[in-house]
């Protein structure tokens, strides 16, 4: 038995599936997950000596690669102060300050500790803002584990949401209805059905949970046009794509603005870090300001804001570092469709391979890739020191700790193994 699986049994006995995070189970390609000791740069080593290359970066946080210098320095500082106060600190004032003082439509924020947090607080928010029940989301975009989001895709466009886990009532997604991703028709029939009773749109600005598949030209800016056509309003959920496509996110990258943005991940550096935030006249109903409750023990702890202003203050810094992962990423997706007749989904520095040689560019799309296909190939990439996602409908994280030599060594053996499983 390998030491992974050694551990692995151990963690079965006392957390459900072993795990902390289905994902991470490797439920949807076999096998049991390499247990991870330490990780630096482009790399990660698992308990039992192994190197992997890795393209997953913690989903997403370790843009800057893993154990960067600058904000594993900041954070062991902050340590020294105390590790938690639950009172207000200068640390949480310099991370809000980073970011609405370089991203214009963010003009107010307020620190939680996930995208989930944040994700269930702006959607509080915008109900509460505008006084109406019911928000759209897209079938295969995930926006964390609050029970309003938790509902089966596709679950009929103009009937209530089905819930998409047990132990989601059907109370609580009644008012969550589900779109078709990059389908402004379905939308603005939505919105024809469900006249003002429309909070808000929130939409992944590039979808990432369902594999990679881009916003189609025109798709961001209609629901745009749609949200300010019926007084609600556009929630972009930037966990992902917040400062990896720019230090801007979406919003910038695309040239459409939202009325509130979502963020996790990267906002952290690494830590615990989710952020909601947008005009300041919505985020102004906010508690204590406004009507809108929300709180959290941990949010804005002083060592997690310290991680996030020195991961996102190093990316202002260092701009340069869009330029290399974008190119990376693009550079990877041509020189993988040159292996392959199968599609490569790529935006910035995110990028899918599906097993299925049509478009993706929904969620039902996506649905056609061969599942089982992807499985070997994953492990096969696992055998040769490569660390993909382990699910189909997951994104490959390219970081400024990735090399061209990573990516060439990459698509080489994406080529081989190609080959050996078809
Ligand atoms: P967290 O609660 O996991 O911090 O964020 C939830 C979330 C919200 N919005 C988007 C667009 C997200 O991608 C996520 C979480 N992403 C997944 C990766 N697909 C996290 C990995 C996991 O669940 O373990």
């Not at 800016?221 to 966990?239: H, P, T, Y």
Request: hydrophobic residues 40%; contains cysteine; charged residues 20%.
């Amino acid at each position: 038995m390998s030491i992974s699986e050694t551990w692995f049994a151990r963690a079965q006995n006392v957390m459900p599936g072993g795990v902390n995070s289905p994902v991470r189970a490797f439920r949807s390609v076999g096998g049991g997950p390499r247990f991870i000791r330490a990780a630096k740069g482009s790399k990660i080593y698992d308990v039992d000596g192994n190197e992997y290359l890795d393209y997953i970066g913690s989903w997403g946080p370790m843009i800057l690669g893993h154990a960067h210098e600058e904000v594993e320095a900041a954070v062991m500082q902050a340590v020294k102060n105390g590790l938690s106060f639950g009172a207000c600190s200068e640390p949480e004032v310099r991370l809000a300050e980073l970011v609405c003082g370089n991203i214009p439509h963010v003009e107010m924020i307020r620190m939680v500790s996930s995208g989930t947090e944040a994700v269930m607080s702006a959607l509080r928010l915008a109900r509460g803002y505008t006084r109406r029940d019911k928000v759209i989301k897209f079938a295969g975009c995930y926006h964390g584990h609050s029970d309003s989001m938790l509902i089966k895709a596709g679950s009929g466009a103009l009937t209530f949401g089905v819930p998409d886990s047990a132990g989601v009532t059907k109370g609580a997604v009644a008012d969550t209805l589900s779109a078709k991703y990059n389908d402004l028709d379905n939308v603005r029939a939505l919105f024809a059905e469900n006249k003002d009773k429309i909070a808000c749109v929130i939409v992944e600005p590039v979808a990432a949970n369902m594999g990679v598949a881009g916003p189609r030209d025109g798709f961001l800016q209609g629901l745009r046009d749609l949200c300010d056509a019926n007084g609600s309003l556009l929630i972009f959920d930037e966990v992902i794509t917040g400062f990896r496509l720019c230090f801007g996110g979406a919003g910038q990258y695309f040239g459409v603005i939202p009325d509130l943005v979502t963020y996790g991940k990267i906002i952290g550096g690494g830590m615990p870090v989710g952020a909601y935030g947008g005009k300041k006249e919505i985020m102004s109903q906010v508690s204590p300001l406004g009507p809108v409750y929300q709180a959290g023990t941990l949010s804005g702890n002083p060592v997690a804001m310290a991680a996030g202003i020195a991961a996102l203050q190093y990316l202002l810094d260092h701009p340069q570092v869009y330029d290399k992962i974008n190119a990376l990423g693009e550079y990877m997706a041509q020189e993988i469709r040159k292996r392959t007749r199968y599609t490569v989904n790529q935006v910035g520095s995110l990028l899918s391979l599906f097993f299925t040689e049509e478009t993706v560019g929904d969620y039902d799309e996506a649905l056609r890739s061969d599942t089982a296909k992807y499985a070997a190939y994953f492990h096969k990439m696992l055998e040769h020191g490569i660390y993909l996602p382990p699910a189909q409908f997951e994104a490959v994280f390219i970081s400024d700790a990735h090399s061209r030599a990573d990516v060439d060594h990459t698509v080489e053996t994406i080529g081989k193994v190609l080959q050996e499983i078809e």
